[in-house]
């Protein structure tokens, strides 16, 4: 046998042995469509990348596969990262796939981090911003598409779990262009319905369809908005920026109604325990009270209530004693008082009285007559005037000025020389 030929699997395991050794075919990154997608029932992908020229067939084991956050489908772009490799059993070369992205998520990645930072620097996340969702609503609201599985979810969970409370749609487009300002729209319209809380959200998409609740003008609407918000966006794994926002994250739209009202058990049970502790509060209060009364009625006042009145009746005699005893003491003091004055000598010689009065008037008209002028006059004195001025000195008066000189029977007229 000519040892020249090999076989087609010894062929095959050197191809295979080349391309694995290959550094530049360990780690590829690959973009390209999606065609003949298949999903096993063990978790696994199979799949074919083309593009116009060319097409490479694709594998992605579950523990790979599990980690992907879309659905993958037929005619979806994606990006793939992987390594060449050959399978033996037909000798072609594949893809085994570590990670996909659909194409384009890259950069929305890159735009969910940059505004979950700022608006988490601004304080928009912070606890102390949310509100707390009313344990047993009356209205709530609704902001997602009129149709489709998310707005049937919520009602049929809230009529199940509680009955009472009032459904309201605010239709709003959740997925596409003006999304974003549709969504804005309904819950600044929603806000002005009075409501105890209000659900936003859709069902489970790529994170293209789920865009709209990463913008900013929506993270801002729900931070504005005066009602509690619960954040219902995609399925458990699918974060948005409106869910750090809003005031409470459900997982899913059936979860965000879950949270909402409580169920018929739930109240049930709440009522109960109230009925509970009302019981026992009430009992402690008949017990407090119940010893209260017990305290009182065996005070000794309650028993002999006699004594009451006889203490009384000691502090009326003790005050009535007193206030005799100041009666006579007071009019003992006014009787001896009228007894002095009685025994006084202007009482028993009142001419006396006057006698004194008259002396002591003489001695003031003696002073009076002392001090009149008119008697110094008549014992030759005079009394000199310059323009009415009384002259005490020769200084007051000057040369040719007319003097009156007054004497004890007239008046000189006359001239300074």
């Not at 992987?82 to 996909?100: E, F, L």
């Not at 819950?187 to 959200?201: E, M, P, Q, R, S």
């Not at 407090?288 to 002999?304: A, C, E, F, H």
């Not at 009394?383 to 009156?404: P, Q």
Request: glycine share 6%.
């Amino acid at each position: 046998m000519d040892s020249r030929y090999i076989s087609v699997s010894q062929l095959t395991r050197y191809i295979k042995y080349k391309i694995d050794n290959d550094v530049n075919l360990q780690e590829v990154y690959i973009k390209g469509e999606i065609s003949n997608f298949k999903a096993h029932t063990r978790g696994h992908f199979y799949f074919t990348l083309k593009d116009s020229e060319a097409r490479i067939n694709a594998v992605m084991f579950q523990s790979s596969a599990s980690k992907v956050k879309f659905i993958p489908q037929d005619g979806m772009k994606v990006l793939l990262t992987g390594k060449i490799s050959v399978y033996p059993a037909n000798g072609g070369y594949q893809i085994y796939v570590s990670d996909m992205l659909e194409d384009g998520v890259g950069n929305l990645y890159i735009a969910f981090e940059q505004l979950k930072k700022k608006l988490q620097d601004e304080g928009l996340f912070n606890d102390s911003h949310k509100k707390k969702i009313p344990k047993i609503p009356s209205k709530i609201g609704v902001v997602t598409a009129p149709t489709g599985a998310a707005i049937r979810d919520i009602t049929s969970t809230i009529k199940r779990r509680w009955p009472l409370a009032e459904v309201i749609l605010f239709p709003a487009l959740v997925q596409g262009e003006n999304s974003k300002e549709s969504v804005v729209e309904q819950i600044k319209k929603a806000d002005t319905y009075n409501l105890d809380v209000l659900i936003v959200g859709r069902g489970g998409g790529s994170i293209e369809d789920l865009w709209c609740f990463n913008e900013e003008i929506v993270a801002r609407a729900i931070y504005n908005a005066e009602t509690p918000i619960i954040s219902a966006v995609g399925h458990e794994i699918d974060f948005t920026i409106a869910d750090f926002v809003a005031d409470m994250r459900a997982p899913t739209p059936t979860g965000a109604a879950e949270m909402a009202v409580p169920s018929k058990s739930d109240i049930d049970n709440f009522i109960n325990q109230l009925n509970i502790r009302l019981n026992k509060f009430m009992q402690n209060k008949i017990k407090i009270y119940k010893q209260k009364l017990m305290n009182i009625n065996s005070r000794p006042i309650l028993k002999t209530p006699i004594n009451i009145y006889e203490i009384k009746e000691q502090q009326f005699s003790t005050i009535l004693e007193k206030l005799k005893y100041n009666i006579v003491n007071l009019y003992n003091n006014k009787n001896n008082k009228y007894e002095k004055i009685k025994e006084s000598i202007i009482f028993k010689n009142p001419s006396k009285l006057i006698d004194k009065d008259r002396n002591s008037y003489l001695m003031l008209l003696g002073k009076l007559e002392t001090l009149n002028p008119v008697l110094t006059l008549k014992r030759g004195y005079a009394i000199a005037r310059v323009n009415g001025k009384i002259i005490s000195t020769i200084k007051d008066v000057k040369t040719k000025e007319k003097l009156e000189i007054e004497v004890s029977d007239g008046k000189i007229l006359t001239e300074v020389i």
